[in-house]
């Protein structure tokens, strides 16, 4: 196979236009006057953690590098030579809106028109200092001053805002660029992952925080501490940074203490992270804003340096998104006692003290009583705020029943006569016009394949995985034998034989009776393919889809009676591995790379030797295989069609894994974990980065940091899988369940799933465009399970139950959709069902006895089958290697 480069992977058309366009911007921004005056030279600083490059004509940052590897730069200081023009932001810079008695907003920024500051003499801890009034236009009722400063070691970034004015006036809006080097233009993926970093905000008031990571994962990491009136309100876009946002570059943001003078006017539709706030300064009063900067050994080291540093710690048990039956925890760290809570809305949550352990943690019981999104806000003795952003959910089950009723009635698609043989179907829909797409001029949102057309069927069928409705799968199976086996997918005795259609509906009206396309869409674009474009098979990321459906299906059909009719099990089984071979035969480019849902091959070879398919499992594993020794001759083995991606992690994680190939697993790991934070808040805790798939599957298209798009649930299963081998490491399970659970958080209360959760301050809600979630929802429904785990500093913990302790018995009811996986720390044991469902499970912590006990039987469940990753032994008939269980008509106990 093909070394996987940067420009090798550019070859799709969409990145062609995107990154011409980028490439213009760039052309634009070198021809522009220097205003930056680089040729003036720099001032070197240091601390014990940094050493720090500043232009001595702006004062702001030119280079932040740890003193541990001076070679590597936080900023984009390799671009300082173009990126020196009016308009562009800079470490250092600051943005403000303020207003006068009876007068409008204004905005200030120092990054607007470049001019030489005064530098100001030092004493002290003071490093640099500097009067940035040139900066600012004649007139400009505020001085300001920035200092940089070596505080007991440790680096801190202090503005002086002083009203020079004879009057009051308001600071509506104050923000501080945070620029920092995740532009990943022009650069292969060894230079991204060595050279730029990715980062992350904790908007929760004075105890936010801002992460930044490099991209391999290793440290040092790079924490941004509140030390001086620098609450962490919000978290603004710098849309007016003329650097080109595109798939190589997500933007920057600033962080924002005070933000009234938004929220209430380009704001005032989004419900925002905070209440906004705005300062007023007498005249001739002053106010100092600043920041700290903390260096961390290694990314699961943060908490442990909050600890240290004295800051505010909150870990929330199973995580942020919060089941209306799941008993929460919230667990507390600091060096003040809570003096109260806030709740809003009203009733959304409530909250009981329980006790404070001997680590020193508060603990505190949290249940969700109202759907959608609540803000729990902790005010602490010395009267520090802390707030925690909660998305309440209903139960799992429901959640999921929801979804597959809205996934099949509401999304379900049977025009008669439909010129692209679309029916039946479950098709993508709009939320905003509560109508069924049928016609976009993104051709795969209506054409039922790519990620962002499969994304409505392929949600629907992994629905039936966990929670089997045999009215859903009586559709499905129409489906199946009428849309895609011989439409979506090649079903004739040919070379094309199971490949998978780019689309089904194309553009190209030479073809189709006149007004079969809509006048009102613009289809003189790339993404308008033509026939021959759509029925192309070359494109690897389609199969998956098509792969898990038909394992689907087999699961259904071999572990449950009556519920799938049309077939039997081996011909979806067959058609599952068929599919798998044609990806890396007829899509054998792409398949290079790892695939969105790639997990799904191995879950079907696992199968295949279940089976005794011996000669089929052997060329399967044999292809992939393959596939596995190329990622291992690269040093970032998880490349894609873009520039750089995260979701080809998930397959290469689980098949690196499966062939032994730790290193490359690890390193693996080690990205995933560098992209995918845990922090308090549901929409950022094991969110996995994506920001141009509103592009390609939304309908709101912008690049933009997107809340839980399918790489949260996906990037889960890789960190789950390594938490089930080192149960000790509690870093990867908030991490894997924040992922997990931020897979289903954006599901409406009737049932939509969304692709994704708009981030941006503006809007704060989700896309009306189902787009590709169904990607999403594999990754929960394959990885969905309960784990039990005592840790360290918190003590006996379940994610996805409700845990009770009674003297040496750990009793944990179940609460997840599919109650089929159970994973106890304390014994390194997985405990799955291939079918039937788990009631509760107790752990005897003094003879170390787990006892089970299974829910009873169905019309189409009459038998459980119980696997066990360890020799246990059980006065059960083994079939296919699962314990084999007749179930009863009242919950049965079964003791290892």
Not at 127 to 140: I, K, R, V, Y
């Given at each position: 196979?093909?070394?996987?480069?940067?420009?090798?992977?550019?070859?799709?058309?969409?990145?062609v236009?995107?990154?011409?366009q980028?490439?213009?911007?760039w052309?634009?921004?070198k021809?522009?006057?220097?205003?930056?005056?680089?040729?003036k030279?720099?001032l070197?600083?240091?601390?014990?953690?940094f050493?720090?490059?500043?232009?001595?004509?702006?004062?702001?940052?030119a280079?932040?590098?740890?003193?541990?590897?001076?070679?590597?730069?936080?900023?984009p200081?390799?671009?300082?030579s173009?990126?020196?023009?009016?308009?562009?932001?800079?470490?250092?810079?600051?943005?403000?809106r303020?207003?006068?008695a009876?007068?409008?907003?204004?905005?200030?920024?120092?990054?607007?028109?470049?001019?030489?500051?005064?530098?100001?003499p030092?004493?002290?801890?003071t490093?640099?200092?500097?009067?940035?009034?040139?900066?600012?236009?004649?007139?400009?009722p505020?001085t300001?001053?920035?200092?940089?400063?070596?505080?007991?070691?440790?680096?801190?970034?202090?503005?002086?805002i002083?009203?020079?004015?004879?009057?009051?006036?308001e600071i509506?809006?104050?923000?501080?660029?945070m620029v920092?080097?995740?532009?990943?233009?022009g650069?292969?993926?060894?230079d991204?992952?060595?050279q730029n970093?990715?980062?992350?905000?904790?908007i929760?008031k004075?105890?936010?925080y801002?992460?930044?990571?490099?991209?391999?994962?290793h440290?040092p990491?790079?924490?941004?501490?509140?030390?001086?009136?620098?609450?962490?309100?919000?978290y603004?876009?710098?849309?007016?940074?003329?650097?080109?946002?595109s798939?190589?570059?997500?933007?920057?943001?600033?962080?924002?203490?005070l933000?009234?003078a938004?929220?209430?006017n380009?704001?005032?539709?989004?419900?925002?992270w905070?209440?906004?706030?705005?300062l007023?300064?007498?005249?001739?009063?002053?106010?100092?804003?600043?920041?700290?900067?903390?260096?961390?050994?290694?990314?699961k080291?943060?908490?442990?340096?909050?600890?240290?540093?004295?800051?505010?710690?909150?870990?929330?048990?199973?995580?942020?998104?919060?089941?209306?039956?799941?008993?929460?925890?919230?667990?507390l760290?600091?060096?003040?006692?809570?003096?109260?809570?806030?709740?809003?809305?009203?009733?959304a949550?409530t909250i009981?003290?329980?006790?404070?352990?001997e680590?020193?943690?508060?603990?505190?019981?949290?249940?969700g009583?109202?759907?959608?999104?609540?803000r729990l806000?902790v005010?602490?003795?010395?009267?520090?705020?802390?707030?925690i952003n909660?998305?309440?959910i209903?139960?799992e089950k429901?959640?999921?029943?929801?979804?597959?009723?809205?996934?099949t009635t509401?999304?379900?698609f049977n025009e008669?006569?439909d010129p692209?043989?679309?029916?039946?179907s479950?098709?993508?829909?709009?939320?905003?016009?509560?109508?069924?797409?049928?016609q976009?001029?993104?051709?795969?949102?209506?054409g039922?394949s790519d990620e962002?057309?499969?994304?409505?069927?392929?949600?629907?069928?992994?629905?039936?995985?966990?929670?089997?409705?045999?009215?859903?799968?009586?559709?499905?199976?129409?489906?199946?034998?009428?849309?895609?086996w011989?439409?979506?997918q090649?079903?004739?005795?040919?070379?094309l034989?199971?490949?998978?259609?780019?689309?089904?509906?194309y553009?190209?009206?030479?073809?189709?009776p006149?007004?079969?396309?809509?006048?009102?869409?613009?289809?003189?674009?790339?993404?308008?393919?033509?026939k021959?474009?759509?029925?192309?098979?070359g494109?690897?990321y389609?199969?998956p889809?098509?792969?898990?459906?038909?394992?689907?299906?087999?699961r259904?059909?071999?572990?449950?009676?009556g519920?799938?009719?049309?077939?039997?099990?081996?011909?979806?089984?067959?058609?599952?591995?068929?599919?798998?071979?044609?990806?890396?035969?007829?899509?054998?480019?792409y398949?290079?790379?790892?695939?969105m849902?790639?997990?799904?091959?191995l879950?079907?070879?696992k199968d295949?030797k279940?089976?005794g398919?011996?000669e089929?499992?052997?060329?399967?594993e044999?292809?992939m295989?393959?596939?596995?020794?190329?990622?291992r001759?690269?040093?970032?083995?998880?490349?894609?069609?873009?520039?750089w991606?995260?979701?080809g992690?998930e397959?290469?994680?689980?098949?690196?894994?499966?062939?032994?190939?730790n290193?490359k697993?690890k390193?693996?790991?080690?990205?995933?974990?560098?992209y995918?934070?845990t922090m308090?808040?549901?929409a950022?805790?094991?969110n996995a980065r994506?920001y141009?798939?509103f592009?390609?599957?939304?309908?709101?298209?912008?690049?933009?940091?997107?809340?839980?798009?399918?790489?949260?649930?996906?990037?889960?299963?890789?960190?789950?899988?390594?938490?089930?081998?080192?149960?000790d490491?509690f870093h990867l399970?908030?991490?894997?369940?924040?992922?997990?659970?931020?897979?289903?958080?954006?599901?409406?209360?009737?049932?939509?799933?969304p692709?994704a959760?708009?981030s941006?301050?503006?809007?704060?809600?989700?896309?009306?465009?189902s787009?590709?979630?169904?990607?999403?929802?594999?990754?929960?429904?394959?990885?969905?399970?309960t784990?039990?785990t005592?840790?360290?500093?918190?003590?006996?913990?379940?994610?996805?139950g409700?845990?009770k302790?009674?003297?040496?018995?750990?009793?944990?009811?179940?609460?997840?959709?599919a109650?089929?996986k159970?994973?106890?720390?304390?014994?390194?044991i997985?405990?799955?069902l291939?079918?039937?469902?788990?009631?509760?499970?107790?752990?005897?912590?003094?003879?170390?006895?787990?006892?089970?006990?299974?829910?009873?039987?169905?019309?189409?469940?009459?038998d459980?089958y119980?696997?066990i990753?360890?020799?246990?032994?059980?006065?059960?008939e083994?079939?296919?290697?699962?314990y084999?269980?007749?179930?009863?008509?009242?919950?049965?106990?079964?003791k290892?």
């Open positions: 196979m093909k070394k996987i480069t940067l420009l090798a992977v550019m070859i799709c058309c969409s990145l236009s995107n990154n011409l980028a490439q213009e911007y052309d634009k921004i021809a522009e006057k220097s205003t930056l005056e680089i040729d030279g720099y070197n600083l240091s601390t014990k953690s050493q720090i490059k500043l232009l001595k004509s702006s004062q702001t940052v280079a932040l590098s740890p003193v541990t590897d001076k070679t590597f730069d936080f900023t200081g390799d671009r300082l173009i990126r020196d023009k009016d308009g562009l932001y800079h470490l250092g810079d600051i943005n403000f303020i207003k006068e009876n007068g409008a907003w204004k905005n200030y920024s120092s990054a607007a028109k470049r001019a030489s500051v005064k530098e100001l030092v004493s002290g801890t490093l640099a200092a500097a009067d940035l009034s040139n900066a600012f236009p004649a007139g400009t505020f300001v001053k920035r200092y940089y400063e070596n505080k007991n070691g440790e680096l801190v970034m202090r503005f002086e002083t009203n020079n004015s004879s009057a009051a006036v509506g809006a104050l923000g501080i660029p920092f080097n995740n532009i990943l233009e650069k292969s993926l060894d991204t992952h060595a970093v990715f980062f992350d905000p904790y929760g004075d105890a936010g801002l992460e930044v990571k490099r991209l391999s994962g440290g990491a790079l924490l941004l501490l509140p030390e001086e009136n620098m609450p962490f309100e919000a603004r876009p710098l849309l007016d940074d003329a650097t080109p946002r798939i190589v570059f997500e933007g920057f943001h600033e962080w924002m203490p933000s009234k938004y929220a209430e380009e704001w005032k539709s989004a419900e925002q905070n209440t906004a706030t705005s007023t300064l007498a005249p001739g009063a002053s106010k100092n804003f600043s920041l700290k900067f903390v260096l961390v050994d290694e990314i080291d943060i908490q442990k340096t909050l600890i240290e540093k004295e800051r505010p710690v909150a870990i929330g048990i199973p995580g942020y998104v919060l089941p209306q039956d799941v008993d929460g925890q919230l667990f760290q600091y060096k003040k006692a809570v003096k109260s809570f806030k709740i809003e809305p009203e009733g949550l009981e003290a329980k006790r404070k352990n680590k020193g943690y508060f603990q505190y019981k949290v249940n009583k109202k759907w959608g999104r609540a806000t005010t602490y003795e010395d009267g520090l705020q802390q707030t909660y998305k309440v209903k139960s429901d959640v999921v029943a929801d979804f597959g009723h809205f996934s509401a999304q379900w008669k006569n692209f043989h679309r029916n039946p479950v098709i993508s829909y709009d939320y905003e016009t509560k109508k069924q797409v049928s976009d001029s993104r051709v795969w949102i209506a039922l962002g057309g499969a994304g409505g069927w392929l949600g629907a069928i992994m629905k039936q995985l966990i929670e089997p409705n045999k009215e859903e799968i009586d559709k499905l199976q129409q489906f199946v034998d009428k849309t895609l011989g439409g979506i090649y079903n004739t005795a040919d070379t034989k199971y490949g998978v259609k780019k689309s089904v509906f553009y190209e009206p030479t073809l189709m006149e007004g079969t396309y809509s006048k009102d869409i613009n289809y003189k674009t790339w993404a308008a393919w033509d021959k474009g759509s029925d192309d098979p494109r690897s389609n199969y889809h098509v792969a898990a459906a038909h394992w689907t299906m087999y259904l059909a071999r572990y449950h009676k519920l799938v009719t049309n077939h039997t099990w081996d011909w979806y089984l067959k058609n599952a591995y068929e599919t798998s071979i044609a990806m890396t035969t007829l899509a054998p480019y398949a290079q790379f790892g695939q849902e790639g997990t799904v091959f879950l079907i070879l295949l279940t089976e398919y011996t089929m499992a052997n060329n399967l044999a292809k295989k393959a596939r596995a020794d190329h990622w001759t690269l040093n970032y083995p998880f490349g894609s069609e873009m520039p991606d995260s979701t992690q397959e290469v994680y689980m098949w690196s894994d499966y062939f032994g190939y290193d697993a390193i693996t790991l080690d990205a995933i974990l560098a995918m934070p308090p808040n549901w950022y805790n094991g994506r141009w798939d592009l390609y599957g939304g309908k709101l298209s912008r690049v933009e940091r997107q809340i839980h798009h399918y790489g949260s649930a996906l990037n889960a299963i890789p960190v789950l899988e390594q938490f089930r081998k080192t149960p490491d399970l908030k991490v894997g369940y924040g992922g997990l659970l931020g897979g289903i958080s954006n599901i409406t209360e009737d049932g939509f799933g692709s959760f708009h941006y301050p503006e809007t704060l809600r989700i896309d009306y465009l787009g590709d979630y169904g990607s999403g929802f594999f990754g929960y429904a394959v990885n969905t399970a784990f039990i005592n840790e360290k500093d918190l003590g006996w913990l379940a994610f996805g409700n845990l302790e009674k003297g040496d018995e750990v009793e944990v009811a179940i609460t997840t959709a109650k089929s159970v994973f106890i720390g304390a014994k390194k997985w405990l799955t291939d079918a039937g469902t788990f009631q509760k499970v107790s752990y005897n912590t003094k003879t170390e006895a787990i006892t089970i006990t299974l829910d009873p039987k169905t019309a189409y469940t009459p459980a119980l696997r990753d360890q020799d246990v032994k059980l006065p059960y083994k079939v296919r290697g699962a084999k269980i007749a179930l009863k008509t009242k919950a049965i106990q079964i290892l």
